[in-house]
């Protein structure tokens, strides 16, 4: 499934409870374990990729982010830490990715609760209840 070279964002639920993503790329694989390196970087690190708490993309170009992700890079406003997934970006695309490119074949989306914060000020809305639904 997981290739050596392959280029993959990572998204996960931190210890502190708020979600981010990461950039990797596999240098190789043990079972369902990636040893991989960050762009850039040289130390290496391993991850289960199948672990159910993970979300994988194929691809480093991903169209959304975490709002931890956003206030990171903008340093904008404050992010919410309670054990949610807040996601920044088009809903349908956010949708479509989690259920359709995720490569992670453990993770279960109706375990979770996703919120999707608009770009904007528009009213966030929980996906949990849409993925159920097309599930």
Avoid at 11 to 21: E, I, K, L
Avoid at 30 to 46: L, Q, T
């Amino acid at each position: 499934m997981f290739q050596p070279k392959q280029q993959l964002t990572l998204f996960h639920m931190g210890q502190m409870a708020f979600a981010a993503g990461r950039q990797l790329i596999v240098d190789e694989m043990r079972g369902n374990h990636a040893i991989y390196h960050e762009p850039r970087k040289r130390k290496k690190y391993i991850v289960d990729l199948t672990s159910s708490d993970f979300i994988v993309f194929d691809s480093h170009d991903i169209p959304f982010c975490t709002q931890y992700d956003e206030y990171a890079a903008h340093r904008s406003t404050g992010f919410v830490m309670d054990a949610k997934w807040h996601w920044v970006g088009d809903p349908d695309v956010i949708r479509d990715y989690i259920l359709h490119k995720n490569l992670n074949p453990n993770f279960n989306p109706t375990h979770h609760q996703m919120l999707v914060l608009f770009q904007g000020n528009e009213t966030p809305f929980l996906v949990r209840r849409e993925v159920a639904k097309a599930s």
